[in-house]
């Protein structure tokens, strides 16, 4: 036991004699000659400097300043309230100084872009016996370094960005220039939780800002970025696979300090993954080679080249969807947007993203599905240019036929739209039942259609629509309605379940105007039934005033027949029927009219041939038999 108290006591002596004897004053201005050597910069360590042996031997500072860059501002690059330096114990009981670890307490980091893409913290690391004696670097190395409570502030005079990152916590490793680096830091920016590890070699290299080797992982909130590979940021440069995950919108938005807006299903709302090779050089081209998207169900393969050089960033970019595309519903659909059961959306439509970049990009998938219509292989391009987009179809299967032609958004002024499409052997049926719920109308379509309005919301779209076009539909049935019954019984009754009408052929050319569309040449053939049409369709009112004159032939060689008025009038989903029986009973009360014309006229002798009216050939004979009868009164004078 006394041996044992003895050896405590004697070695409490030890350490509190190797406080006494550790050369404070020196290993202050050793740590300061070596972040001088390592960065170039002028370090300097105010206030007392004083010896501590808990949790290890270290000396500790007042505050402390590494200097700004010549060009950058005023403050210091580095400050911090207070240094910690441990020392290796071993080492110091052998008379050497090496220094094991640095804390920096409350720092303050201030990172600094210029104009001319100038950055203070590329430093130029020296070697470690620049500017120093053997004596003076023997033994150093840095095996931790670690900062509580920090903050860095970036500045970048060239965009006019700038970042807070507070409360810091932070640890690098950095044993030897020629060893890889490690930095593992957590912080706050604007309220989100940032974690960053990084690791390159040669850690000279990550310090001069040459190309070094490693491994970053960033995380915002529930979004990541990690990256293996090569890089380097004195000038910035990065080539290697990179994975991201964006799925924590209110993270990312948070961090810019701005709101984005609410995603649809199919574009990212659950899902935003990129995985690729990522090649960064130091004009800012950003090149992705053989990357696989993921948003939501959708994964696309992609090839980009992103330039932010210019007025506005530039992308060319191939897309391929390698399953069939889910697209959201058209923002149209139903009252949605408060217009009312069966209105159109008057919720606003922003095309303004259309000005933040210029693009080309050409796209394909095997099959799409937007709201609810079902479309079929995909082939085309986007070319956007001055917040103008032209989308050109060059392929799209729809409903066992092709759609092809073009579509324009403009930004400019309350924005626009345009398309000019070209329909081939189109099933209406299943298109009309996806699109709008109306199902009556079996055929094949053929035909144009080129249409302009504006873009303010869909229910402005569809009220100022202009356009013209030409429709043909070949054999089917329009269901719900018995044009042949209804013209052979005078019976408005043929309409409802069960009820068809089948043709041979519907063509007819039209024209719009401020969401009304009128076609006054409808044609229909069928056996033993023709038909002719004239009136509109309000495209945004969703309304129909139309006239059909049926005429119910008595053979099938178009011979003969009957013909009687069908007014079709409301509301889309609910239209009207009626027979026009004032419209059947003009030609019967119009021939009546005729044949007692006539007989008045021969009656009266009237010559009708040589212009003569009825009223002047009446005035005619009430005159000859006045002459006649006032003859017959004074004797025939």
């Given at each position: 036991m006394v041996r044992i108290l003895s050896g405590l006591v004697m070695l409490?002596?030890?350490?509190?004699?190797?406080?006494?004897?550790?050369?404070?004053?020196?290993?202050?201005?050793?740590?300061?000659?070596?972040?001088?050597?390592?960065?170039?910069?002028?370090?300097?360590?105010?206030?007392?400097?004083?010896?501590?042996?808990?949790?290890?031997?270290?000396?500790?500072?007042?505050?402390?300043?590494?200097?700004?860059?010549?060009?950058?501002?005023?403050?210091?690059?580095?400050?911090?309230?207070?240094?910690?330096?441990?020392?290796?114990?071993?080492?110091?009981?052998?008379?050497?100084?090496?220094?094991?670890?640095?804390?920096?307490?409350?720092?303050?980091?201030?990172?600094?872009?210029?104009?001319?893409?100038?950055?203070?913290?590329?430093?130029?690391?020296?070697?470690?016996?620049?500017?120093?004696?053997?004596?003076?670097?023997?033994?150093?190395?840095?095996?931790?370094?670690?900062?509580?409570?920090?903050?860095?502030?970036?500045?970048?005079?060239?965009?006019?960005?700038?970042?807070?990152?507070?409360?810091?916590?932070?640890?690098?490793?950095?044993?030897?220039?020629?060893?890889?680096?490690?930095?593992?830091?957590?912080?706050?920016?604007?309220?989100?939780?940032?974690?960053?590890?990084?690791?390159?070699?040669?850690?000279?290299?990550?310090?001069?800002?040459?190309?070094?080797?490693?491994?970053?992982?960033?995380?915002?909130?529930?979004?990541?970025?990690?990256?293996?590979?090569?890089?380097?940021?004195?000038?910035?440069?990065?080539?290697?696979?990179?994975?991201?995950?964006?799925?924590?919108?209110?993270?990312?938005?948070?961090?810019?300090?701005?709101?984005?807006?609410?995603?649809?299903?199919?574009?990212?709302?659950?899902?935003?993954?990129?995985?690729?090779?990522?090649?960064?050089?130091?004009?800012?081209?950003?090149?992705?080679?053989?990357?696989?998207?993921?948003?939501?169900?959708?994964?696309?393969?992609?090839?980009?080249?992103?330039?932010?050089?210019?007025?506005?960033?530039?992308?060319?970019?191939?897309?391929?969807?390698?399953?069939?595309?889910?697209?959201?519903?058209?923002?149209?659909?139903?009252?949605?947007?408060?217009?009312?059961?069966?209105?159109?959306?008057?919720?606003?439509?922003?095309?303004?993203?259309?000005?933040?970049?210029?693009?080309?990009?050409?796209?394909?998938?095997?099959?799409?599905?937007?709201?609810?219509?079902?479309?079929?292989?995909l082939r085309g391009r986007l070319a956007l240019a001055d917040g103008r987009?032209?989308?050109?179809?060059?392929?799209?299967?729809?409903?066992?036929?092709?759609?092809?032609?073009?579509?324009?958004?403009?930004?400019?002024?309350?924005?626009?739209?345009?398309?000019?499409?070209?329909?081939?052997?189109?099933?209406?049926?299943?298109?009309?039942?996806?699109?709008?719920?109306?199902?009556?109308?079996?055929?094949?379509?053929?035909?144009?259609?080129?249409?302009?309005?504006?873009?303010?919301?869909?229910?402005?779209?569809?009220?100022?629509?202009?356009?013209?076009?030409?429709?043909?539909?070949?054999?089917?049935?329009?269901?719900?309605?018995?044009?042949?019954?209804?013209?052979?019984?005078?019976?408005?009754?043929?309409?409802?379940?069960?009820?068809?009408?089948?043709?041979?052929?519907?063509?007819?050319?039209?024209?719009?105007?401020?969401?009304?569309?009128?076609?006054?040449?409808?044609?229909?053939?069928?056996?033993?039934?023709?038909?002719?049409?004239?009136?509109?369709?309000?495209?945004?009112?969703?309304?129909?005033?139309?006239?059909?004159?049926?005429?119910?032939?008595?053979?099938?060689?178009?011979?003969?027949?009957?013909?009687?008025?069908?007014?079709?009038?409301?509301?889309?989903?609910?239209?009207?029927?009626?027979?026009?029986?004032?419209?059947?009973?003009?030609?019967?009360?119009?021939?009546?009219?005729?044949?007692?014309?006539?007989?008045?006229?021969?009656?009266?002798?009237?010559?009708?041939?040589?212009?003569?009216?009825?009223?002047?050939?009446?005035?005619?004979?009430?005159?000859?038999?006045?002459?006649?009868?006032?003859?017959?009164?004074?004797?025939?004078?």
């Open positions: 409490a002596l030890l350490v509190v004699g190797a406080v006494f004897l550790i050369p404070t004053d020196e290993v202050a201005r050793m740590a300061a000659r070596q972040v001088e050597a390592a960065t170039g910069r002028a370090f300097s360590v105010q206030g007392p400097v004083k010896a501590s042996i808990w949790p290890g031997l270290a000396v500790e500072t007042g505050p402390v300043r590494l200097a700004n860059a010549d060009w950058a501002s005023d403050a210091p690059m580095v400050e911090a309230a207070g240094l910690r330096i441990s020392l290796d114990t071993m080492a110091l009981i052998g008379g050497d100084i090496r220094i094991d670890g640095l804390d920096l307490i409350a720092p303050r980091l201030r990172l600094e872009r210029h104009r001319d893409g100038r950055a203070n913290w590329d430093l130029a690391l020296a070697s470690s016996d620049t500017g120093s004696t053997p004596g003076e670097t023997r033994g150093f190395s840095l095996s931790e370094a670690r900062m509580s409570e920090g903050q860095v502030i970036f500045a970048d005079a060239a965009t006019g960005a700038r970042y807070d990152l507070s409360g810091i916590d932070a640890v690098l490793r950095l044993p030897d220039p020629a060893a890889p680096a490690h930095l593992d830091l957590s912080g706050t920016l604007n309220g989100q939780t940032v974690r960053m590890a990084l690791s390159a070699s040669p850690a000279a290299a990550l310090l001069s800002g040459a190309e070094a080797s490693g491994k970053i992982e960033l995380a915002i909130g529930g979004a990541a970025l990690d990256f293996e590979g090569s890089f380097g940021h004195a000038p910035l440069l990065a080539d290697g696979a990179l994975h991201v995950d964006a799925a924590d919108h209110g993270a990312l938005a948070a961090l810019m300090g701005t709101s984005l807006p609410d995603l649809p299903q199919g574009l990212g709302a659950r899902t935003i993954r990129l995985d690729g090779r990522a090649v960064l050089s130091p004009d800012l081209r950003l090149v992705l080679r053989d990357a696989i998207a993921q948003l939501d169900d959708n994964r696309l393969r992609l090839s980009a080249d992103l330039r932010t050089s210019g007025q506005r960033p530039s992308v060319t970019a191939t897309i391929a969807a390698e399953t069939p595309l889910v697209l959201p519903a058209s923002a149209g659909g139903g009252a949605a947007g408060g217009a009312g059961s069966g209105g159109w959306s008057t919720a606003p439509i922003d095309l303004s993203a259309l000005g933040a970049v210029d693009a080309d990009v050409t796209f394909a998938a095997p099959s799409v599905q937007a709201g609810g219509m079902r479309l079929g292989a987009a032209t989308v050109t179809l060059s392929e799209m299967q729809a409903y066992e036929g092709r759609i092809s032609g073009t579509m324009v958004a403009n930004a400019s002024g309350r924005g626009s739209v345009r398309a000019d499409l070209l329909v081939e052997n189109v099933a209406l049926q299943p298109m009309l039942h996806d699109l709008a719920g109306y199902d009556r109308l079996t055929a094949s379509a053929n035909g144009r259609i080129s249409v302009l309005s504006s873009a303010a919301s869909m229910s402005e779209m569809m009220n100022r629509l202009q356009g013209e076009g030409q429709l043909s539909l070949g054999k089917g049935e329009l269901r719900g309605l018995d044009l042949l019954g209804m013209l052979r019984r005078l019976d408005v009754s043929y309409v409802g379940e069960g009820q068809k009408t089948i043709f041979d052929s519907i063509s007819t050319s039209f024209s719009i105007a401020e969401g009304v569309l009128r076609a006054d040449d409808l044609k229909l053939a069928a056996p033993y039934l023709q038909v002719a049409g004239t009136g509109t369709v309000g495209i945004g009112s969703r309304t129909l005033d139309y006239r059909l004159l049926p005429v119910a032939l008595q053979k099938e060689d178009g011979t003969g027949g009957l013909g009687v008025p069908l007014k079709i009038t409301g509301p889309w989903a609910r239209p009207r029927f009626q027979l026009d029986m004032e419209a059947l009973a003009k030609p019967k009360l119009d021939a009546e009219r005729a044949r007692a014309e006539k007989k008045l006229a021969e009656k009266l002798g009237a010559d009708t041939e040589n212009g003569e009216t009825l009223e002047d050939a009446a005035k005619r004979k009430l005159e000859t038999e006045l002459r006649r009868g006032l003859g017959k009164l004074f004797g025939g004078n």
